[in-house]
C-alpha cells in the first residue's frame, strides 16, 4: 500500500513554498548591490526548502530502503548459488560441444586426406594409362579422379527445447603502442584531475583550459 504523501501537512506546505519559489525566481533580475542581497537571502530560502524535502523524503523513504536491503541480503545467496549452478552446467555442456567439434574437426581432415590420396591415385593411374595409349582409360581415370571429394563430417550436440548457442567474440590488446588513433579513449578523469591542480598553469596539448563560476548557498 503507497503512502499517501499529500496528504501531509508539511509536504504540502512545501509544495506550495516551492511554486512560489520558482515563481520568483522565473523572472529575477539583479542590477543593484540591494538587489544581490536580496536574491542571496531568496536562495537561501530555497536552499531552507530543498534541504527540508530531501529530510521529509528520506524519513519516508528510508524504512522502505531498509526493507528493500534485507529482502536482497536475503536472497542474494540462492540467486548466487543458482547463477553458479548455471554457469557450471553450461561450461559442461559448452566443453562437450567443443570435444565434439574437435573430433568433427579431426574426422574431417581425414575424410580430406582420404579423398586426396583416392585422388592422387587415380590420376597416377589416368596418368600411366595415358603413356600406355589407353585414352580412353585415362579419360575415366581423369573423371573419377575429379568427383572424388571428401564427405561433409556432421557431428553436432543434441537440440535442447529452449536453450541456443551462440558465439561471443572476445579480444585483448597485445600492443598498446599499434592501436589506430580512432579506438584510443581519451582520459577525461585523469585531466579534469590536472586541471583541478594547476588550475590557470595546466598546459596539455589539445586541452582548452577555463574557469566558470558559481554560488555555494547555505539554507537560511
Request: charged fraction near 35%; aromatic fraction near 4%; charge should be positive.
Amino acid at each position: 500500500m503507497q503512502p499517501d504523501i499529500a496528504s501531509n501537512p508539511e509536504v504540502r506546505e512545501l509544495a506550495e513554498q516551492t511554486d512560489q519559489l520558482l515563481q520568483i525566481a522565473s523572472s529575477y533580475r539583479v542590477t543593484t548591490a540591494a538587489e544581490y542581497t536580496a536574491a542571496g537571502e531568496e536562495l537561501k530560502k530555497v536552499k531552507a526548502a530543498a534541504k527540508r524535502l530531501d529530510e521529509i523524503r528520506k524519513s519516508m523513504t528510508k524504512p522502505l530502503d531498509a526493507a528493500k536491503r534485507a529482502i536482497m541480503d536475503f536472497f542474494r545467496e540462492p540467486e548466487t548459488k543458482l547463477q553458479r549452478a548455471e554457469s557450471d552446467i553450461k561450461r559442461a555442456m559448452i566443453a562437450y560441444s567443443e570435444e565434439q567439434e574437435r573430433i568433427r574437426r579431426e574426422e574431417q581432415r581425414k575424410a580430406e586426406e582420404a579423398a586426396r590420396k583416392e585422388r592422387e591415385k587415380l590420376e597416377a593411374q589416368a596418368a600411366k594409362a595415358a603413356a600406355a595409349g589407353k585414352i580412353e582409360r585415362a579419360e575415366q581415370l581423369e573423371q573419377r579422379a575429379a568427383t572424388v571429394v571428401a564427405p561433409v563430417i556432421q557431428r553436432e550436440a543434441p537440440k535442447v527445447t529452449g536453450l541456443a548457442t551462440r558465439e561471443v567474440w572476445k579480444f585483448e590488446i597485445i600492443d598498446a603502442s599499434a592501436l589506430p588513433r580512432e579506438y584510443l579513449t581519451v582520459d577525461e578523469k585523469k585531466i579534469g584531475a590536472v586541471v583541478r591542480a594547476l588550475k590557470g598553469d595546466t598546459n596539455i596539448p589539445g586541452v582548452r583550459v577555463w574557469a566558470e563560476k558559481s554560488l555555494a548557498a547555505g539554507a537560511a
